[in-house]
Every structure is written in C-alpha cells, then in structure tokens.
C-alpha cells in the first residue's frame, strides 16, 4: 500500500492534527484567560447584592469608626493605610469591595460583613470626595 498517493493522503493527515492540536490548545488557553478574568472580576454574589443597596453614609461612618480607623485615621486622613479620601475616584466599587472582604493585601485584614454594612461603608468612602 505504499503508493505515492497513500503517502501523501498520511502527510496530509498529519498535517490536520497538528493544526488541530494547535486550535485546541489555543481554545484551552483562551478559555483559561476567560475563566481568570471572570475570577478576578467577582461576579459573586456578595458583590452583586451590595451593589443593588442604596447605603447608608451615616451608618457607613460609624461602622467606619468602629473597625477602619486604627489604620485608616480617625477622618479617612491615612495612617498606617492610604488616605481615603479619593479612593471611589482611584479604585471601581467593586475593587473596593474585594479589598474589605478578601485581604488580599496584609495587613489589612478581611471583614466578615453583611452587605448592607458593606453597602454603607462605600457610601460612606464615596461621601469623603
Ligand atoms: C490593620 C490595618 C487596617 C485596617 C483595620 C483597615 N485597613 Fe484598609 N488598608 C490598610 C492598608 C495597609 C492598606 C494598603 C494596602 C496596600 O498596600 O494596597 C489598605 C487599603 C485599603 C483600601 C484601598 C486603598 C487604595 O487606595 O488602594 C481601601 C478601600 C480600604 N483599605 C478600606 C478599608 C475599610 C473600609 C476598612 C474597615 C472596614 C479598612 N480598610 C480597615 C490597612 C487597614
């Protein structure tokens, strides 16, 4: 059977695979960065129900007090961490909501927190600017 023509017709086969290994491997990667950037961007649930609350500035301010200030300052003003004053300008609610919740960047710690709370204390970090 080893024709001319079988030979090309293995060639051609071989060729396909390859490009089909190709494709696939380009489908997994593509489909690892899609799965990382919906990571990094939380739809998770917590984040979609404080979003939907229309917080409270004034309860936002006392819980504020209560567990941001030892390192925030006493006004938002910066004191072991960055002022705060800006940060709804710098940083996406989101973001903001990710750096209370998830202590990603220590020694911040990560709050355990409803969202009505969470909900408050943006609209309290929004009222700073
Ligand atoms: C133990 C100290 C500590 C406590 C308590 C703390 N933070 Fe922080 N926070 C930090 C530090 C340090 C950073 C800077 C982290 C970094 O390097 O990105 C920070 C960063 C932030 C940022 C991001 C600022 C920016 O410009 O990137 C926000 C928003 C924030 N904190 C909000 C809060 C809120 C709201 C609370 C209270 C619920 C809180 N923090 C309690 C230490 C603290």
């Known amino acids: 059977m080893n024709t001319p023509s079988s030979k090309s017709l293995i060639n051609?086969?071989?060729?396909?695979?390859?490009?089909?290994?190709?494709?696939?491997?380009?489908?997994?990667?593509?489909?690892?960065?899609?799965?990382?950037?919906?990571?990094?961007?939380?739809?998770?649930?917590?984040?979609t129900e404080t979003l939907s609350i229309n917080g409270d500035v004034l309860s936002g301010s006392k819980l504020f007090k209560i567990n941001c200030v030892g390192c925030h300052g006493i006004s938002a003003q910066g004191l072991v961490g960055p002022d705060l004053h800006e940060v709804t300008k710098e940083l996406s609610d989101k973001k903001i909501v990710n750096?209370?919740?998830?202590?990603?960047?220590?020694?911040?710690?990560?709050?355990?927190?409803?969202?009505?709370?969470?909900?408050?204390?943006?609209?309290?970090?929004?009222s700073l600017n």
């Open 99 to 126: 750096q209370v919740i998830k202590g990603l960047t220590p020694p911040m710690p990560s709050f355990e927190i409803e969202p009505k709370s969470m909900a408050d204390l943006l609209a309290y970090m929004h």
């Open 12 to 47: 051609q086969s071989q060729k396909i695979s390859s490009w089909r290994i190709f494709f696939l491997s380009l489908a997994t990667i593509a489909s690892l960065i899609l799965l990382w950037t919906l990571g990094s961007f939380h739809n998770d649930p917590f984040i």
